[in-house]
């Protein structure tokens, strides 16, 4: 209502009552839902943002390189990352994949989705160094989970990170790298249905997706969405 009165005014259509322009009503007026749903979000990392904290990630211990590295070029949660089991990551077959399901460290948040990601880019090339724990139940990242607070400690070395590349804008933390992937699915005009399947969130098409794939590994055409994804760098 204030955007509409305030609109009025300015085109000189406002609100007259016994020949005096009345100011806006609703001037100043607080909305707080819209005040605490924005406080809530996250906003993307800009390009810049997203080189120096992949940059910055370097600087730091192996698996802290590959939590953020995960993060940035699947957009998977913190939680999903940390969580990983030896069993999740394979890296053998044609197409390595990280298998997103519940297992014996944690399940999938609400509105996830058991789904086999592509790994691409830098993240797939430290993988290929990375020596993970014997025991396919032993956790990817013993670093966190093998913490009861695997996902608070791991969201704390990653905003370590974020802090050493100089990114602390208000609304941004590591869960932008979540939505920073998503805009680059979207911007290499990845269907609407692939693109949630890869982001591994629930919706009727990427579940009817899911459903065909089951456990087996994707098709190349879901490869070349994450490496058309990694190349939209602006």
């Given amino acids: 209502p204030s955007a509409v009165f305030t609109k009025a005014i300015e085109s000189g259509q406002g609100l007259h009552i016994n020949g005096h322009l009345m100011r806006n009503p609703f001037y100043k007026l607080r909305n707080k839902k ?133 990114v602390d804008r208000d609304m941004v933390s590591p869960h932008s790298a979540r939505h920073t992937w998503q805009d680059r699915l979207d911007a290499a005009r990845v269907s609407l249905g692939e693109r949630d399947y890869l982001m591994a969130h629930k919706t009727d098409q990427s579940s009817a997706i899911a459903m065909n794939y089951g456990s087996s590994y994707p098709p190349k055409n879901m490869l070349q969405n994450q490496l058309d994804a990694a190349r939209m760098t602006e």
């Fill in 34 to 166: 819209r005040e605490q749903k924005l406080a809530k979000k996250r906003w993307p990392f800009t390009p810049a943002e997203f080189q120096r904290v992949e940059t910055a990630a370097y600087d730091f211990d192996e698996q802290i390189k590959l939590l953020v590295l995960f993060l940035l070029y699947t957009g998977c949660r913190v939680s999903d990352v940390a969580g990983l089991q030896v069993k999740d990551i394979n890296l053998s077959e044609n197409i390595p994949t990280m298998y997103l399901r519940d297992n014996e460290i944690r399940r999938l948040a609400k509105g996830g989705l058991q789904s086999n990601i592509p790994l691409v880019g830098p993240l797939l090339e430290e993988l290929r160094k990375y020596k993970p724990p014997i025991g396919s139940k032993e956790p990817f990242l013993p670093k966190f989970g093998r913490l009861k607070s695997y996902r608070d400690r791991a969201a704390q070395e990653a905003s370590k990170v974020l802090k050493a590349a100089k």
